[in-house]
């Protein structure tokens, strides 16, 4: 079945630095979007991408859309504690079939 | 705006039982969606409803699952019988179309002994 895969799978980084991650696809997908999901909650919507090659911002957080339509990037600049947590990628593919990434544990150390 | 809402939070079933779970999605989502996250991987569609229609079921099992979203607001997703490696959080999620934007509740942590 379809697979996205995210990497890295996990991060340990110093607080203010800034972390990558990224996502790749098989197939094309018509949007990225990318969660963050802490302890018992549900994941949280950070970021959507509609457009191949689609540069958005959210306050540290920037994601893209990659060229090929397989791929999506997610930075974050001077990381803080409670940037803790899993991030996921996630869209549907061009079969309109909703995908979860199998992703990035991010651990931030003051 | 009230978030998704789910329950129990909670669930603890021997295997062969059955359980229920409850999701209120978010006021004016027409797209509802139920996933089955097993700890350390990323949530896996079971069934996405359009209103009270079924757009996606293809990775639901059918033979122990179902879910019914009977007026096109809130949906129940069951498990009968239970087995072993049913033990998942069950997270809903709801959405706006024509986007693809989808919010999560905090999910039904399921432990099956």
């Known amino acids: 079945g379809q697979q996205l895969n995210q990497s890295p799978q996990s991060m340990f980084i110093q607080e203010g630095e800034d972390v990558s991650m990224n996502c790749t696809s098989s197939s094309i997908f018509n949007t990225w979007l990318w969660y963050k999901q802490e302890p018992g909650e549900g994941p949280v919507l950070l970021i959507a991408l509609y457009k191949a090659g689609e540069l958005t911002s959210n306050g540290r957080l920037t994601a893209q859309f990659g060229i090929t339509r397989k791929d999506s990037f997610l930075n974050i600049s001077a990381s803080i504690p409670s940037d803790v947590g899993i991030y996921f990628c996630?869209?549907?593919?061009?079969?309109?079939?909703?995908?979860f990434g199998t992703g990035t544990s991010l651990t931030v150390i003051p | 705006e009230a978030g998704v809402a789910q329950s129990p939070r909670y669930k603890i079933i021997e295997k062969r039982q059955s359980v229920a779970f409850w999701c209120n999605p978010i006021?004016?989502?027409?797209?509802l969606y139920w996933y089955q996250q097993i700890l350390g991987q990323g949530p896996k569609l079971l069934i996405q409803?359009?209103?009270?229609?079924?757009?996606?079921d293809s990775q639901l099992p059918k033979d122990r699952f179902s879910a019914e979203r009977l007026k096109g607001v809130d949906s129940t997703l069951k498990i009968q019988p239970a087995k072993l490696e049913d033990s998942a959080v069950y997270l809903c999620?709801?959405?706006?179309?024509?986007?693809?934007?989808?919010?999560f509740g905090p999910g039904t942590r399921l432990t099956v002994t």
């Open positions: 006021s004016g989502h027409a797209t």
């Open positions: 996630a869209g549907p593919n061009t079969g309109n079939q909703f995908y």
């Open positions: 409803f359009q209103n009270n229609g079924v757009v996606d």
């Open positions: 999620a709801s959405s706006f179309p024509p986007g693809n934007e989808q919010y």
